[in-house]
């Protein structure tokens, strides 16, 4: 008998999503894992300023350090030191995230490499787009009922390096297939009445020298993005 394929989730990606939230937070913590903050202790403001959470995928990681530099002052940026995948992942473990902050001012939340990833070779991606647009309408109402004040910022797939587009590899994906995952977020996005950082039109022009493999940014580049993300993101820290 042949197993029916489940387009929309790679297995791996299921298990590992539910072993990431099933773990002792003391084992989370040692091995550097989704609940260890960047910056303080979880769930202990270390200032006064108002918070900012930040929750993505490696795109994410890249750029998080340089948008707390540049709020420094400001606001106090955390975020979940691990990679945050995709959208199944962030559903599942939004739980284990509310530890971060205590009354964030603006959450921003993005995903969409991995689940537009044809996983290892798989003909489709873990996440179809109907299925993606469900989850972004599902995590913006989640954030919204853990805080019901919070500015919800939604930020855009940034695209895949230019030269060569879409390069094939065991996880690949094109910039034209993650256009079509921003579509279908914007539109959710709109339709919820969050704010949107484009990130994706941000960076729709860079070229591949500002790229250090198939989809993440170099160093100065991921600094320089994460600029533009704080400032965005400071005009609803300080409107």
Not at 24 to 45: M, N
Not at 75 to 104: D, F, Y
Not at 138 to 155: D, L
Not at 162 to 177: L, V
Request: hydrophobic share 40%; net charge positive.
């Amino acid at each position: 008998m042949v197993a029916r394929k489940d387009s929309s989730m790679h297995l791996s990606t299921v298990v590992f999503s539910i072993l990431t939230v099933l773990m002792p937070l003391d084992s989370f913590a040692a091995k550097g894992g989704y609940l260890e903050d960047a910056v303080s202790a979880p769930g202990k403001r270390s200032s006064t300023l108002p918070e900012v959470l930040l929750i993505g995928d490696s795109i994410r990681i890249g750029y998080c350090a340089a948008v707390a530099e540049a709020l420094k002052g400001k606001a106090e940026v955390r975020w979940p030191k691990g990679n945050c995948q995709n959208s199944q992942t962030i559903l599942i473990a939004l739980p284990r995230w509310r530890g971060l902050v205590v009354s964030p001012k603006v959450v921003q939340f993005n995903c969409g490499h991995w689940d537009a990833a044809c996983w290892d070779g798989d003909e489709d991606a873990i996440t179809s787009v109907d299925e993606y647009a469900r989850n972004i309408r599902k995590i913006i109402r989640r954030i919204r009922r853990y805080w019901p004040e919070t500015k919800i910022v939604f930020a855009t797939t940034t695209p895949m390096n230019p030269d060569p587009n879409g390069r094939k590899g065991r996880n690949s994906r094109t910039t034209e297939s993650i256009r079509r995952y921003n579509e279908a977020a914007l539109a959710v996005a709109e339709s919820e009445g969050i704010v949107v950082n484009d990130l994706f039109s941000v960076t729709e022009k860079w070229p591949s020298s500002d790229y250090s493999d198939y989809c993440h940014f170099n160093r100065q580049a991921a600094k320089r993005l994460g600029r533009i993300v704080a400032e965005r993101l400071v005009k609803e820290v300080c409107p």
